[in-house]
């Protein structure tokens, strides 16, 4: 299974954000995939996942949109608004079946990719 995020770079607060994760290896309407950022110094974080409907962090309610193209094989999260809290290394899991915001229960993670939002 490969996970490829992408879509990350450096915005002004307020801007926004499409991150792509696409993903292979996979029988990819069968999984669950998810959303977790990792600021320095700090723990990961769930931001949002998605199997038939997406479910959030508190902080992502909105502002963070998750969808999936089956036929495509890919997971998009939109950011809207962006804060410079919201910098962070943002990865892209998979896990079979339903989602949870739990990290440990991914078994299958991108190399992430980095956004910054500056203030």
């Known amino acids: 299974v490969q996970l490829q995020a992408s879509g990350g770079g450096m915005v002004q607060a307020g801007g926004f954000l499409r991150l792509s994760c696409a993903a292979s290896?996979?029988?990819?309407?069968?999984?669950?995939l998810g959303w977790f950022r990792q600021a320095p110094g700090k723990e990961r974080e769930f931001v949002a996942a998605i199997r038939w409907s997406g479910i959030y962090a508190d902080f992502a309610k909105g502002r963070i949109t998750i969808s999936r193209d089956n036929a495509k094989n890919t997971v998009y999260l939109q950011m809207n608004s962006l804060k410079p809290e919201d910098t962070a290394v943002y990865y892209c899991?998979?896990?079979?079946?339903?989602?949870?915001?739990?990290?440990?229960?991914?078994?299958?993670w991108g190399h992430g990719t980095q956004v910054t939002v500056s203030s």
């Open positions: 899991a998979a896990r079979p079946n339903l989602v949870t915001p739990i990290s440990t229960d991914y078994q299958h």
């Open positions: 290896g996979l029988t990819f309407s069968s999984y669950g």
